[in-house]
C-alpha cells in the first residue's frame, strides 16, 4: 500500500505519481518491489502523459476516458481491463473505513507527521480486523 499526503485542492492526478512512488512490497530475498502489477483509476486519472508513464513503468492500467466535447478528439483509444476494473470497489470500501476512524475525516492534527501516522495506524487496524475475522 502507498500513501501520499497532499492538500485538498491537489488534483488527484498530480499526487497520483508520488503515491506510485511511496510503493514498497517486501520479498523473502533481494530488494522490495517498487512498482504494482496493476492500476484501477476512475476519469481522474485520464491523462495521456499518466497512461505512457504507466506503460513505461510496465504497470497495466484500467483508466476510463473522460467525457469528450464534440468535435475534440482524443487520439489514442482509452482501454479499460475488467479484471483490474473488477477491484476497484476494494479501494472505495477501503476509505469507507478510513472514514470511520473521526480523528481522520476532521483532521485535528496541526502536523502532517502526526497526521500521516494516524492513517498509518488507521490502515494497520483495518487489516488486522480483516485478518481476525
Known amino acids: 500500500m502507498g500513501l501520499h499526503l497532499a492538500g485538498a485542492e491537489v488534483h488527484d492526478l498530480k499526487a497520483a ?3 506510485l512512488e511511496s510503493i514498497q512490497v517486501p520479498r523473502r530475498h533481494g530488494r522490495p518491489r517498487c512498482r504494482p502489477h496493476a492500476l484501477a483509476g476512475d476519469r481522474g486519472y485520464d491523462s495521456r502523459k499518466f ?3 504507466l506503460h513505461r513503468r510496465g504497470i497495466r492500467h484500467s ?3 473522460c467525457n469528450v ?3 475534440c478528439q482524443r487520439h ?3 482501454r479499460t481491463h475488467r ?3 473488477s477491484h476497484r470497489w476494494k479501494v472505495e470500501r ?3 473505513w478510513l472514514n470511520g476512524f473521526r480523528r481522520l475525516g476532521i483532521r485535528f492534527e496541526r502536523y502532517s507527521d502526526l497526521y ?3 492513517l498509518y495506524l488507521a490502515a494497520i487496524i483495518i487489516c488486522l480486523r480483516r485478518l481476525l475475522q
Open 17 to 19: 505519481l508520488p503515491t
Open 51 to 53: 497512461r505512457e508513464y
Open 63 to 65: 483508466i476510463p476516458q
Open 69 to 71: 466535447k464534440p468535435g
Open 76 to 78: 489514442y483509444r482509452a
Open 83 to 85: 479484471e483490474i476494473s
Open 94 to 96: 477501503f476509505f469507507a
Open 116 to 118: 500521516l501516522g494516524f
